[in-house]
């Protein structure tokens, strides 16, 4: 458990550098490079399906093999330590609480200073929606879905696959998600193409899901949020996400906070209405951003918690490499 501790420490201090070397960028040069020879557009949806699920099973591969990889040359030097270090940085790569809370207080401080036209642009670099008429509350409420639904993506569901398998497959998860937003879209070129990826993507995050959607009432309840609203709204509204998987956050804190989410978007200019989660409550209002970053970090620092004592349970060791 001491490498996640040390991953999330080393995340809150120093976030996610960007840089062309990152693990997730060069993840997504190995997904481009795939998809440049395996992607042809004259071929039937059939045969787009299947390159695409090969393209699936090669980044996979490559990816888990690079994690193992490099544990392989950690454990070279004989020093615990090293390989205790190796693992807590590779894994702050897999994750980003202090990425997805900087983007959130970011908006959030531009719709106070009342500056909504910036607050728009940097909307538009966390979602695929339009975001150039968005309102305060509708700008609002795109930080906080955004903010609810990646605790899972960019959080516990890394966590939760280092818990299971050490390193390789926390690596192997990154860049399942990572196929998910380069190609699981529903689009003429992706329809068929990025389809197992998609479906890959919902099936690694049906478990973390879950447990987080479960831990965000326990949350609300120890940051002294609606828990009851949250536990009733995640029960009424979860399957009313388009996603299998997005609805287990999103409608939890939706109800936490005493607000609706969902609603009209608009992607490249077609309307699209997202069936609503929660009561209004209350009117979205910039500070909601500020407590929706409260229960990412209360469900991350709470999974470590209860990931420490399973491990403890069971001895001190997963098969995966997951130590105390």
Not at 238 to 267: C, D, I
């Amino acid at each position: 458990m001491m490498a996640a501790a040390l991953a999330f420490v080393v995340d809150c201090l120093i976030g996610d550098p960007r840089s062309s070397l990152h693990p997730v960028v060069l993840m997504g040069k190995l997904i481009s490079f795939f998809e440049g020879l395996l992607y042809h557009e004259q071929d039937s949806d059939r045969k787009k399906f299947f390159c695409g699920f090969v393209l699936m099973v090669c980044v996979l591969a490559v990816s888990y093999g690079a994690a193992e990889g490099i544990l392989w040359l950690a454990a070279l030097s004989g020093n615990p330590y090293v390989s205790l270090a190796v693992q807590a940085v590779c894994l702050s790569f897999m994750i980003s609480p202090r990425n997805l809370a900087e983007a959130g207080r970011e908006i959030r401080d531009y719709l106070l200073e009342g500056n909504l036209e910036m607050a728009r642009f940097k909307v538009g670099w966390i979602v695929g929606r339009d975001t150039d008429k968005l309102t305060e509350g509708e700008a609002t409420r795109a930080a906080v879905e955004t903010i609810s639904e990646n605790t899972v993506d960019g959080v516990i569901s890394p966590l939760f696959y280092f818990f299971v398998g050490g390193l390789p497959l926390a690596v192997a998860y990154r860049a399942a998600n990572t196929m998910d937003s380069m190609i699981g879209y529903k689009n003429d070129k992706y329809l068929f193409f990025g389809r197992a990826a998609a479906r890959m993507d919902d099936v690694w995050n049906y478990i973390p899901a879950r447990l987080t959607g479960l831990m965000l009432v326990a949350a609300a309840f120890l940051l002294g949020f609606d828990w009851r609203g949250a536990w009733r709204i995640l029960w009424r509204d979860a399957s009313k996400h388009p996603s299998p998987n997005g609805g287990w956050t999103e409608s939890t804190v939706a109800g936490a906070l005493g607000v609706r989410l969902g609603g009209l978007n608009y992607y490249f200019g077609k309307p699209s209405f997202r069936t609503y989660m929660g009561d209004p409550v209350h009117a979205l209002e910039a500070r909601h951003i500020t407590l929706a970053i409260h229960m990412m970090y209360a469900v991350t620092m709470m999974f470590l918690v209860l990931a420490s004592a399973a491990l403890w349970l069971l001895g001190g060791n997963m098969p995966g490499g997951f130590v105390l």
